[in-house]
């Protein structure tokens, strides 16, 4: 048998249907080694997602080939020739990326692509150098294979994931300030240019160690979507690390799990856990997701939607009480149904009695609506100073007043106003009734 | 006796001191001969137009370009050996607002380059960072999301960070751009605060309103046009100099040189 990491003659004679055959547990050794490797690139990942160079760790990812083969070529066997291999194409890309955007006038991006593709490109020339005899699988190095990985992976594996977790953990603060603010990273003192390199040499590491595994496509996924689970999930960078190599660990063995129980390739089935994981942070992250947002916007129509309630109630001249059509009709933005949800609520909580089809202001809920009415005048009084004119002015106005707890702010700016710009007087605060002269215009 | 004279003459070297500063790019200078020097204490705004050079020579003073002529003196010494004693409070747009962090994480900041590259924040640092936040009225908001502050407070959480430094000498990059005036005068207040207590900050200013609050006025464009109180910097003349000077022709004529070729002899 080859001892070469991508000559696959032992394990291409069986292919992954038949191995999965085989119990789950036998595989003890390659389900650890992927599981180590989706934590420590969940980690990696969050500095390279927060840096905005997810583009530069897919190219650093692929650029490792020529090195692992001219390392293939020269020493030809043993793991640590491999990883030197990767670690020196790792630099030379970083370097390269670098050189080009900065003596061109091409972007980063641009750059990155330049680069990656050319080390790429040399790498698959350089496997046609290889000696006769010599197979290198390059769907292997792509796409790799979990259920190949066997004892000298495993032992690269554990050697390699104390070693960058620990760097990271020691370094932690030095690599958060360069995420957060280069520039205050240098002015302190702090050597950026190290800093950078050393994440990309950690990065060329871990793909090395990672290429049996899930292969250079699956760790570029497996070192950003599982961070950006966690930078999804929270506001805190040390969470984010931790959510990220769960989620990384966590695709990896339910991934593995998954393949044997479906019959299908595990590498792809361990990114696509992760892709779920964060289609779920994406839609029911508590604060960033897609349902929270929504929520969050329900219930600013609704509280809109009860406060003109209140004021279409203060301002109706029949005894402050009016029928559900009629108010229907008054409240510009609710649908039947949305203004009877509000006086139902409104009603529980003391601001309207609600019978037979009227509703009836409380005490608590005239103070309410004449307050509303009150930071209506006085928003139409300062957009008025800001030059803004009907049909706007009342527009804006009729949004802005939901802000009342600025209304303070804004009688205080304005010097006390007695009266707004269509003249009618401006209520005080706590006042219970208002003095509404016909309008003509509204 | 000794000992007092030498406290004299220590102080009377200046915070900041720019000795004949080129900066050039691709040959085209940014900076010609920048010379001036401020006092410990003073509060200095730096004036001028756009692309007068003001972020290249923050950068210069904060050691992260290296001039092409001259130098820089930082409390006598060179900006790359005395680091700790520049703190720096960048503009509101370069900041990444969705970066995982909280507000009293942001003012720790301000304690790594005292911490060093493996150092934990000791009890001193995690006090220190609470008298920060206190100065700039911020404690209240301490565990929050920087994205959950309003323009104002954001400003201040800089501030905060910039003082968590202890440096001597404070860098502000147009620290009131985009606030409205009741924030701007907390942050003139703030940064008056900050100078009777003896820091000296030098303010990247756009606004030419409010100078008079300023100690001193650096009127930059390319060179220095004039450097001195406000009432003998701002005159209509050296307004003139700076904005509509003869250094627009210089520029012009330096683009026709890169671009064109030479006509004739």
Redesign the interface.
């Known amino acids: 048998m080859d001892t070469s990491v991508f000559a696959l003659a032992a394990t291409d004679a069986i292919s992954w249907h038949e191995r999965l055959a085989m119990p789950f547990v036998y595989y003890w050794q390659p389900l650890v080694g992927s599981v180590l490797i989706g934590a420590i690139l969940g980690v990696l990942g969050c500095f390279v997602i927060?840096r905005r160079m997810a583009l530069i760790g897919d190219a650093i990812s692929h650029a490792v080939l020529p090195g692992v083969v001219v390392a293939f070529l020269l020493v030809s066997t043993g793991i640590t020739g491999l990883f030197l291999g990767a670690l020196v194409a790792g630099i030379l890309t970083a370097v390269g990326i670098n050189v080009v955007s900065r003596f061109s006038r091409v972007k980063e991006d641009a750059a990155v692509g330049i680069v990656f593709t050319a080390m790429f490109a040399l790498g698959v020339i350089m496997i046609s150098w290889l000696p006769a005899g010599t197979h290198f699988d390059m769907k292997c190095f792509l796409f790799g294979d979990p259920l190949a990985v066997q004892r000298e992976d495993l032992l690269s594996i554990i050697v390699i994931a104390p070693i960058v977790l620990g760097l990271i953990f020691?370094?932690f603060?030095?690599l958060?300030?360069l995420?957060?603010?280069p520039?205050?990273?240098?002015?302190?003192?702090?050597n950026t240019t190290f800093l950078h390199y050393l994440l990309m040499i950690l990065l060329a590491g871990t793909v090395v160690a990672a290429l049996r595994s899930v292969g250079v496509i699956m760790a570029v996924a497996m070192l950003i979507t599982p961070a950006a689970v966690g930078?999804q999930l929270?506001?805190?960078?040390q969470?984010?690390v931790g959510i990220a190599a769960v989620t990384g660990a966590v695709s990896a063995f339910v991934g593995m799990f998954l393949a044997f129980q479906v019959d299908c390739p595990p590498g792809p089935a361990m990114v696509l856990v992760a892709t779920v994981l964060f289609g779920g942070a994406m839609v029911f992250a508590p604060e960033r997701g897609v349902l929270a947002e929504r929520r969050r916007r329900r219930q600013v129509h609704e509280h809109i939607v009860e406060e003109d309630i209140l004021k279409a109630l203060v301002r109706s001249v029949k005894e402050e009480r009016a029928s559900v059509a009629e108010l229907v009709n008054l409240v510009a933005e609710g649908a039947a149904k949305v203004v009877q949800q509000a006086i139902t609520r409104l009603s529980r909580e003391g601001y309207v009695v609600y019978e037979e089809g009227w509703c009836r202001l409380t005490r608590a809920g005239r103070e309410r609506g004449t307050s509303l009415v009150r930071a209506h005048r006085l928003w139409e009084t300062y957009l008025a100073e800001q030059n803004i004119a009907d049909p706007e002015l009342h527009q804006m106005a009729e949004r802005l007043e939901h802000a009342h707890e600025l209304a303070p702010i804004l009688d205080d700016a304005l010097g006390y106003p007695e009266i707004d710009p269509h003249g009618e007087t401006i209520p005080r605060a706590g006042d219970l009734e208002i003095t509404d002269r016909p309008r003509d215009a509204h | 006796m000794v000992y007092l004279k030498e406290e004299r003459s220590e102080h009377k070297v200046p915070a900041l001191e720019v000795r004949g500063v080129t900066v050039s790019y691709h040959d085209k200078p940014v900076l010609r001969n920048v010379r001036f020097s401020i006092a410990v204490g003073q509060l200095v705004a730096v004036v001028g137009p756009n692309g007068a050079g003001k972020s290249t020579l923050l950068k210069s003073v904060?050691?992260?370009i290296t001039p092409t002529a001259g130098e820089v003196l930082i409390l006598g010494k060179n900006p790359?050996s005395n680091?700790?004693a520049?703190a720096?409070v960048?503009q509101t747009e370069?900041?990444?607002w969705d970066?995982?962090?909280?507000v009293s994480?942001?003012v720790m900041?301000g304690r790594?380059?005292h911490?060093g590259?493996?150092?934990k924040p000791r009890r001193s640092d995690r006090e220190l960072v609470g008298e920060c936040l206190n100065t700039v009225a911020m404690s209240d908001f301490q565990d929050r999301?920087i994205r959950q502050l309003s323009g104002g407070q954001q400003k201040r959480v800089f501030l905060a960070r910039a003082l968590a430094?202890q440096s001597p000498i404070m860098l502000l990059d147009e620290p009131m751009a985009g606030v409205d005036a009741r924030t701007e005068e907390a942050i003139f207040e703030l940064m008056r605060q900050f100078s009777t207590a003896g820091k000296t900050l030098v303010v990247v200013h756009h606004d030419l309103e409010a100078m008079e609050r300023f100690d001193s006025v650096l009127l930059l464009n390319q060179s220095v046009i004039a450097h001195g109180p406000v009432a003998e910097t701002v005159t209509p003349e050296n307004m003139r100099k700076a904005y509509a000077g003869q250094a627009r022709f210089v520029d012009e004529a330096e683009r026709q040189l890169e671009e064109a070729p030479r006509h004739g002899h």
């Open positions: 927060l020691l370094l603060r030095p958060k300030l995420s957060f603010d520039v205050m990273a240098s002015t302190m003192g702090f930078y929270t506001n805190r960078l969470i984010m | 904060l050691g992260l790359e680091r700790q520049v720096y960048p370069a900041v990444d970066f995982p962090i909280t994480e942001v900041m790594y380059g911490l590259y493996t150092g999301h430094q």
